[in-house]
Nanobody, 124 residues
């Protein structure tokens, strides 16, 4: 069993930056891929980025490529999402999730554990 807790969300102006954290409990964090997804009211949850268990492989949605960076520190059982050059359309609740296969996926159905989400609001 893994519990994930996101933090770091908030209100920022367009062009600004935020760093989200996803802290995990449990001993198997280093075996899991981590993904970040986001959701706005009335819309489906959408893929943002994923990182493999080792950190060697990452995959980004086109909408955030070049602006967002995912990383992880397995010793701290924490994954990070550095978000730069934020746009109003990045406003959403951001969720981290763990994929027990270790490789990550763009499909949210592949993820077994989810955090409660953190709100990111980008003002224009």
């Amino acid at each position: 069993q893994v519990q994930l807790v996101e933090s770091g969300g908030g209100l920022v102006q367009a062009g600004g930056s935020l760093r989200l954290s996803c802290e995990a409990s449990g001993r198997a964090f280093s075996n899991y891929a981590i993904g970040w997804f986001r959701q706005t009211p009335g819309k489906e949850r959408e893929f943002v980025v994923t990182i493999s268990w080792s950190g060697a492989n990452t995959y980004y949605a086109d909408s955030v490529k070049g602006r967002f960076t995912i990383s992880r520190d397995n010793a701290k059982k924490t994954a990070y999402l550095q978000m730069n050059s934020l746009k109003p359309e990045d406003t959403a609740i951001y969720y981290c999730a763990a994929d027990t296969t270790g490789w990550g996926n763009v499909d949210l159905a592949s993820f077994d554990y989810w955090g409660q989400g953190t709100q990111v609001t980008v003002s224009s």
